[in-house]
Nanobody, 120 residues
Framework: QVQLVESGGGLVQAGGSLSLSCAAS????????TGWYRQAPGKQRELVAA??????NYADSVKGRFTISRDNAKKMVYLQMNSLKPEDTAVYYC???????????????WGQGTQVTVSS
């Protein structure tokens, strides 16, 4: 089994910064793609940032403000969030496509989410 655990959420004023971390553990042969998603109350979950094969992509709403990174050796994924806005308020979820063994297909796994609240 694979577990993803997010940390680093909290309350911050508009214009501030937060750094989210996601620790992967369990039966992991290879972490393929990783991503951060968010879901605000009453809205669908949306992709914020993704990293796969050395490439990254971001939602238009966070380009230039958020940065996704990963440390494969430590099985960690990070999201640095700068210049935060009230509309960034949401539960942020870590996602990873993981191959548990050399011969296993890649499967998506999700963390439990961490709340980010940006006050105006």
């Amino acid at each position: 089994q694979v577990q993803l655990v997010e940390s680093g959420g909290g309350l911050v004023q508009a214009g501030g910064s937060l750094s989210l971390s996601c620790a992967a553990s369990g039966r992991i042969f290879k972490i393929n793609g990783t991503g951060w998603y968010r879901q605000a109350p009453g809205k669908q979950r949306e992709l914020v940032a993704a990293s796969r094969g050395g490439s990254t992509n971001y939602a238009d709403s966070v380009k230039g403000r958020f940065t996704i990174s990963r440390d494969n050796a430590k099985k960690m994924v990070y999201l640095q969030m700068n210049s935060l806005k009230p509309e960034d308020t949401a539960v942020y979820y870590c996602n990873a496509d993981v191959s548990p063994t050399l011969y296993s297909d890649s499967r998506p796994y999700w963390g439990q989410g961490t709340q980010v609240t940006v006050s105006s």
